[in-house]
Structure formats: C-alpha cells, structure tokens
C-alpha cells in the first residue's frame, strides 16, 4: 500500500484526498487547522504548519510517506519539494519550486534569461530603497514575495503611499520580503489557468480569463472563465514563453497554475507560475472544459505509470467564487433556476449563521461554482448577470 503525506486538508485539496483513496493509498494529512474537511478522508492527520518545512521534514521521517505531496497550496509547495528531496522522493527539485514560488526570486530568474519582466525592487523588511524606487514609473503594484491569492497586493498611484502598502504586505510575508514592481497597464484581464508539464515538457497548458467583481479587493480575482477571449495566436505565445521558463526552471512534472498579460501593445508578460494546481477547484473546471483530468495524471506521475495525456476541443466553462464585499454573517445563497442547468458542482465553505469575512484574498470565499455552458455567448450572458443569477446575502452585522 503506498502511504502519502498531503500537506494541508482545506476543501480544495478533497479531489486529490479522493483520488488517493480510491487507489487504495494509505493516506496522512497535517496542517495547522483540524477542522479543515480533507482530514475526514485521512487515515492520520497531524496538527503541524505546512509551512514549517523542518518540522514536517521531522514527520516525514517518522512516518516514511512514499510520498510528499502540496496539492493547490503555493506555500506548501517548496516544503514538499524541499522533504521529498531531502529523502529521495518521487517530486520536484526544491531549486525549481523555490524559483517559481518566490515573487522576487521568479522576477530575478525572469531577467536573467531574457524574458519580459517589469521593473521592479526587492526590500526585506520596511527598508525601502527610495532612492532606486525612482527607476520605477507610478503605478506600481506592492505584494509580499511568498503569498498567494491576492492577499497584501496593493496598487499604489505615487511614492506618498509606499510604506504603508509595504507594511500592509508585511503581514501576509513569512519572510518578511515585499517587491515593488510597475504596474502592466493593459486593455483585457489577465490570463489565467492551470498547465501540465511531463518531463520537463508543457503538454497541457489551458488559459482562460480572470473575471475581477470583488469591490472589497479589485485585484483578487473572482473567477476565469475558458476558453480566452484573446487571439489563439497569442495565447499560444503565452504558452511558448511558460514553455521556456519551465525547461530552464529545471520544473520536471506535474501541475501549474499561470497568470500572464498582455500590455496595450500587446506586449506578453508571464506574471507568476505557481508549482501546483490551481486553487478554487480549477483542475476540476478545466476536467469539465477539456476532459483533461490533472489529478489523476499527477498520482499516475508519482506511481510511474503516466501514459499521455486525453484533451478534447474545450467546451465554454468557468468557476466562480462566492464572496462578499463586507464582513458579516452569511444569511443565504440562492441559486437561480436560471443558472442550475449549467452547475456541475457547487461547494459550500460557509453555512448559514456563520461569519464572512470581506473578499481581501482567495481564503476568503464563501464557496465554489464550476459551470459549463453550451456556447460561448451563453457563458458571457450568464457571467454577466451572475450577481443577480447566484445571490449571496450576508447580514453586516
């Protein structure tokens, strides 16, 4: 029987606890908050932060796991890489993940090798350098280096508002590193979706685009939505450049998630390349929308038995995370009779009489959508009117 060490057990990562399940795997969870419902599936959990790589280093050691696996989780990722590694693991080399993990780092590997970057500043700490901030153009965007779903990510108009977007990034940084880099002014929203890569080879690689509604926080994304609306020609070009970086990363195998855009003149930047699926049940969504199914594929790479991989023509599909723009406390969802035919799963991270906090960052969602649709024209329609069509009401209390 294989035994596997998931690092977290938050709803996202059920799929894959499934999966597992289902292959017989003996399976072992460890995060720092039991509640999460992955646990439930688990033969073993531990009270353990995943982000602690030597104390889950300590564990993996004790309970010798044939895997180590971050399933949707970009902080959990290098700690996988960095165990699985230490002991001889099927996985990721910890130098790759470390790269494609790590905003500042990702952006110093980007102008290393010749691709297109903003200009940007590293600081550790609160030690700005606003003497090389003058090389910067206003706006820019200020993000702590090792966090993800859009938490701490502020966009800053001129100098005056720095230290304060550096402090506020400081809070969701574990290393205590924040990047300031000029902000990519472009005409459509960013590129978005989940990769596969085999053997060092991108042979998958779909990319919708970002669907931004949320008031409490514009630039934490709401949803995405597949196929793109922009030219094939250059979402391939997209694809050509995360291609690259993936082979010079020195990334072997498994799942990625990819942001990238486009400036007004139609300048291609890959802005992040997570070493994970995506979250908020994107591998599932891109399952309805392609028939590709990446967890799967991820489990058949670890056991060695990946074959190839099954991609049909994409069918118009999307996810959609419930939210609210204020904290308060979750009353009701209705589902309109309207949407229902196009749901294919619909998960509920909040019940009733429960508290809702404002949608600052992708932890911060109510539930999940995934939808798919039978035309393109229907999909627009139905996410243009999605606040009216899915209705989550919270009391702000």
Not at 175 to 199: C, T, Y
Not at 302 to 321: D, M, N
Not at 355 to 371: C, D, E
């Amino acid at each position: 029987m294989k035994k596997a060490l998931f690092l977290g057990g938050a709803y996202a990562q059920i799929p894959i606890l499934k999966e597992a399940k289902a292959r017989g795997w003996y399976i072992i969870t460890c995060d720092y908050l039991p509640e999460n419902p992955g646990h439930k599936l688990a033969d073993e959990y531990y009270n353990l932060s995943t982000t602690d790589r030597e104390k889950v280093f300590e564990l993996a050691k004790k309970i010798k796991p044939d895997y180590v696996i971050a399933y949707a989780s970009d902080p959990a990722a290098p700690v996988a890489a960095y165990v699985s590694e230490k002991l001889g693991l099927p996985g990721n080399s910890y130098a790759s993940v470390e790269i494609l993990s790590e905003k500042d780092k990702f952006r110093n590997f980007l102008t290393e090798h010749g691709f297109n970057v903003p200009k940007y500043l590293s600081v550790r700490g609160t030690a700005v350098d606003f003497e090389k901030l003058k090389q910067l153009r206003f706006p820019v965007v200020v993000k702590p280096t090792d966090s993800s779903g859009s938490k701490g990510v502020t966009k800053v108009e001129s100098v005056a508002g720095i230290t304060s977007a550096v402090d506020y990034a400081l809070h969701f940084s574990r290393s205590q590193r924040v990047i300031i880099e000029e902000f990519i002014d472009n005409l459509s929203g960013d590129i978005h979706g989940d990769g596969f890569v085999v053997d060092g080879e991108l042979v998958f690689a779909q990319l919708g685009d970002h669907i931004y509604t949320s008031k409490a926080n514009p630039y934490n994304p709401t949803g995405t939505c597949w196929p793109s609306s922009i030219e094939s020609s250059a979402i391939e070009e997209i694809r050509t450049e995360v291609a690259r970086i993936v082979k010079l990363s020195g990334f072997n195998s498994g799942a990625i998630n990819i942001e990238a855009r486009f400036t007004k003149n139609n300048v291609p930047y890959v802005m992040e390349i997570g070493p994970r699926n995506g979250g908020h049940f994107v591998p599932q969504a891109l399952f309805y929308a392609t028939g590709f199914d990446m967890v799967s594929g991820y489990l058949d790479i670890l056991e060695g038995k990946y074959t190839h991989t099954h991609i049909s023509a994409v069918r118009p599909s999307a996810y959609i995370a419930l939210n609210s723009n204020e904290n308060g406390i979750l009353e009701t969802i209705t589902l309109d009779e309207e949407i229902q035919p196009f749901i294919n799963e619909f998960h509920q991270y909040i019940q009733p009489g429960q508290a809702v906090n404002s949608f600052q960052g992708a932890n911060a969602a109510i539930g999940i959508v995934l939808l798919t649709f039978p035309s393109v024209a229907i999909m627009q329609n139905m996410l243009d009117r999605m606040s009216d069509l899915i209705f989550v009401k919270v009391d702000n209390v």
